[in-house]
């Protein structure tokens, strides 16, 4: 499917932190593992919808660093789902073409969950039309320390003078090394923060904030957000004036 869009500009990686699905089952009387599973729909129709619309780069906040907080239950319900939705989805990112990635640290995941992430991972490894990314177990401030760590390793085995340590460097050394940093972040739910996701990534990422929670996000929310994009002018700290000339 094509879109007639009139956009000038596509970004090449989108982010996206989808939140809202508690909120969304608690209006509707229902635990929160209801909203999780009701999600998967919004997941589908933005991962074909980015494809189609020919984002290069999709990254899903799927599992924080700070959601295994959360009631061991709900934790369990999300795990549970993560496996089937992985297992009924892998035939689809086939047929698109699309490969799985992951960042985050997964040897937190239970061991099936990480099995069924991995085959995945094998099977889709040669899609080329975009790379789908899942932030699982995954932290902003866990990225960079890794980084930091990476870069004194090499440091420690002569391998790299800190003198020679710049933002390059560090970035090479990042979960997303790569991979460019996200163009456009999406977070649904109606909250208006990062929430600890690719802190050092986002410094120059345009973000779109909508009340839409993450069950009831659809194609054209998806397309909405595209369209804003394409209203902002990214300067990279030059003027607008530079841009034109």
């Given amino acids: 499917m094509t879109y007639d869009l009139q956009l000038t500009a596509i970004p090449s990686h989108v982010a996206v932190i989808m939140d809202g699905n508690g909120r969304w089952a608690k209006r509707r ?4 593992i209801f909203g999780h599973r009701n999600a998967i729909r919004a997941v589908r ?17 799927t599992f ?3 959601n295994w907080q959360r009631p061991q239950a709900e934790v369990n319900g999300l795990m549970e789902l993560l496996i089937d939705a992985i297992q009924k989805e ?8 699309i490969q799985l990635r992951y960042i985050g640290c997964i040897d937190l995941l239970p061991a099936a969950v990480r099995e069924k992430l991995q085959q995945c991972i094998n099977e889709t490894a040669g899609g080329a039309t975009m790379t789908l990314t899942l932030a699982l177990s995954y932290s902003g401030k866990w ?22 340590i710049t933002a390059a460097t560090i970035e090479n050394c990042l979960s997303t090394a790569g991979t460019p940093p996200p163009d456009l972040l999406i977070r649904t739910g109606g909250e208006q923060r990062l929430s600890n996701f690719m802190l050092w990534q986002t410094a120059y990422t345009e973000f779109y904030f909508t009340d839409v929670l993450w069950p009831d996000f659809s194609k054209q929310h998806f397309l909405d957000a595209l369209k804003e994009y394409n209203r902002r002018e990214r300067r990279y700290g030059r003027t607008s004036e530079q841009l034109t000339d």
């Fill in 29 to 32: 009387l229902q635990n929160r």
């Fill in 45 to 61: 129709e933005t991962v074909e919808t980015a494809a189609e619309t020919g984002v290069r780069y999709l990254t899903l906040y």
């Fill in 64 to 66: 924080s660093e700070e």
């Fill in 90 to 97: 892998t035939p689809t990112l086939l047929e698109n073409n």
């Fill in 143 to 164: 990225d960079i320390a890794e980084a930091c760590k990476r870069c004194a390793t090499a440091v420690q085995q002569g391998e790299l003078a800190v003198a020679e």
